[in-house]
Every structure is written in structure tokens, then in C-alpha cells.
């Protein structure tokens, strides 16, 4: 919430220093980063790069989450004729690997994190040098990522779009 307030602050800041000739004769853009990161060509293949890297993981997690829940159903169904040193051994067994599964889930979780955050910044990085492309092309003097609001005629996410999916063919 601070940080919010911090930028608004700034923001407001910044449009009392400049003034109201500044809009006029100064040209603005801003860009959509939410969109870049979702319908540009470069994150597209990025997320099927993610997909197709750890789908295998993936699938054997879930067939071990299978077992772990037939092995459930079947304790269940069988405890009953069971002795207690046999309950407590497939106890003990299904609770080593649950823990196992666990762990497992867990890696799985943090090596896709880090690997989607190494894509996403070479799709952020790619879009940069986009933006900069057009900002340079078109004489902009500012380029905004996150605004709360402004009319359609400022935003230049498009162009970065074309160019970021024209280098990705």
C-alpha cells in the first residue's frame, strides 16, 4: 500500500514540475506489460519451451499422486483384517511416500518458478529493446509500463507486439 502511495506521490509530483506545456509538446507512450508477457510470440514460445520441459515431471507427479491415493483406498479397504504391526507398517509406508511425493512437488514448484522467471525475462528484456525501437523511431520522449488510466492513442503496445513477433518468425 505504501508503494502505492509512493508512486502516486511521484507521479503527481512529476505532473506539478512539468506542467501543463510539457503534455503539449512532449510525446508519451505506454505499453501493456501484461500483454507483452501473455500475446507476444517470444512469450508464447517461452511457456510451450516450459511446458514441453517439464511435462514429464509433471506427469509423474501426478501418477505418483495417483498411487499415493490407491494405496489410501486400499489401506482403507484392508485395515480392517489387518494385525496392528501390519497397519502401522503400511502406515509408515504410505506416510514416507506422501513425504517423498511431497518433496518431490515441491522441487517441481521452485524448478518451474525459476525457469518461468528466467523466460519471462527474456521476453521482458526482447520488449525493452522494442519499445526502445519505437520510442526512438517515433521521437517519444517518455514511455510508461503501468498507468492507470490514458486514452488509446498513447498506448504503443501494438507496435512493440509487431516487432516482438516479427523477430521471433
Known sequence: MKTVQVKWALAAALVVA??????????????????ITTESAPAKAAQ??????????QKDLADLQQSLK????????????MSEAQRA?????????????QRKQREF???????????????????????KQVAEGEKYDLVLQEVVYSS?????????????NAGAK
Do not use: C
Open 109 to 131: 514448484q521452485e524448478d518451474l518458478n525459476g525457469r518461468r522467471n528466467e523466460e519471462l525475462q527474456k521476453v521482458l528484456d526482447a520488449a525493452n529493446r522494442a519499445v
Open 48 to 57: 510451450a519451451k516450459l511446458e514441453q520441459e517439464f511435462s514429464k515431471r
Open 152 to 164: 488509446a492513442r498513447h498506448d504503443i503496445t501494438e507496435k512493440v507486439l509487431k516487432i516482438l
Open 18 to 35: 512539468l506542467g501543463s506545456s510539457f503534455a503539449q509538446e512532449s510525446k508519451v507512450g505506454y505499453i501493456n506489460t501484461q500483454r
Open 89 to 101: 507398517a503400511r502406515q509408515k509406508e504410505f506416510a514416507e511416500q506422501n513425504r517423498d511425493f
Open 70 to 81: 490407491s494405496m489410501s483406498e486400499k489401506f482403507e479397504r484392508d485395515a480392517p483384517a
